[in-house]
């Protein structure tokens, strides 16, 4: 694998393996990925074959028990400052409305909270009215939208998405999907989406990994450049590649 200084993330011959109390449990094998900054990269697999291990990785949440971890050509060792993760529960703190939510990376950075900067990206995620809110007082995909703000407003140079959209109806989920694509056109974050939803990884990836296995490890990566395309969805091309991803994990399951 050829890196070069144009790399946003890379992992190297990164392997996992949790040490519990029951002993070690391997779940990721020797993996080496790149994605340059603006790429887009979807990961799909059956559960359990490290999907959420590698995005972790990633996010220098974890540290490979062998192989390396690069963002911007450095090692990574702990989480990084652009580097946002957004998960399915989106993880919102009850007792603060949807503004002390978004800004509250900005507080803990010790960054300057600009209003009129929060209530453009309210207003970009269409939950402009929502700012003085409570999160037990919106649906589902407007607290994925209060989240989403939460990781954009650190201006992220890399974006990790683990299910994000799974507990949401599939009309919500894909015009959540239509949103990041979108903002990824206009902000050009580098992507990196973990999905069970074949449709999601056409929609949102410019490559598509196909993992499986235990330990997990990739086992096909296919080239998908309309990923992330407007109207992309309900085309020829759109549907075929889907076609293909899942003869892959039919193949491999
Ligand atoms: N913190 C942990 N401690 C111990 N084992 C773990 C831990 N996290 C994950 N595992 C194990 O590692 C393996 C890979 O888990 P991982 O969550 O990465 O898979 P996944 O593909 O994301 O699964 P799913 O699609 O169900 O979310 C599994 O066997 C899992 O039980």
Not at 86 to 103: A, C, H, M, T
Not at 104 to 113: A, C, M, S, T, V
Not at 169 to 198: P, S
């Amino acid at each position: 694998m050829l890196h070069t200084s144009h790399e946003l993330m890379g992992c190297i011959a990164a392997a996992k393996m949790y040490l519990t109390d029951n002993g070690p449990i391997p779940a990721l094998s020797a993996t080496d990925f790149a994605l340059c900054p603006g790429e887009t990269a979807a990961i799909v697999g059956p559960s359990g074959c490290g999907k959420s291990t590698l995005l972790l990785l990633m996010a220098g949440l974890e540290q490979p028990t062998s192989g390396h971890l690069l963002f911007k050509g450095e090692p990574l060792r702990r989480p990084h400052r652009e580097i946002a993760l957004v998960l399915q529960d989106y993880g919102l703190f009850p007792w603060k409305s949807v503004r002390d939510n978004v800004e509250l990376g900005l507080k803990i950075r010790n960054e300057p909270i600009e209003e009129d900067r929060t209530n453009e990206l309210l207003t970009e995620l269409d939950i402009g009215e929502k700012g003085s809110v409570y999160p037990q007082q919106l649906s589902g995909g407007q607290k994925q939208r209060v989240a989403l703000a939460r990781a954009l407003i650190l201006k992220p140079s890399l974006l990790l998405l683990d299910e994000p959209f799974a507990a949401l109806d599939t009309l919500t989920r894909e015009r959540l999907q239509d949103l990041v694509a979108d903002l990824w056109g206009k902000l050009g974050f580098g992507m990196v989406v973990v999905t069970h939803n074949i449709q999601e990884a056409v929609r949102l990836g410019r490559r598509i990994l196909v993992m499986g296995g235990t330990p997990g490890k990739v086992l096909e990566t296919v080239e998908n450049p309309l990923g992330c395309t407007e109207n992309y969805r309900g085309t020829d091309i759109f549907y075929e590649m889907y076609k293909q991803v899942r003869g892959l994990l039919e193949q491999n399951g």
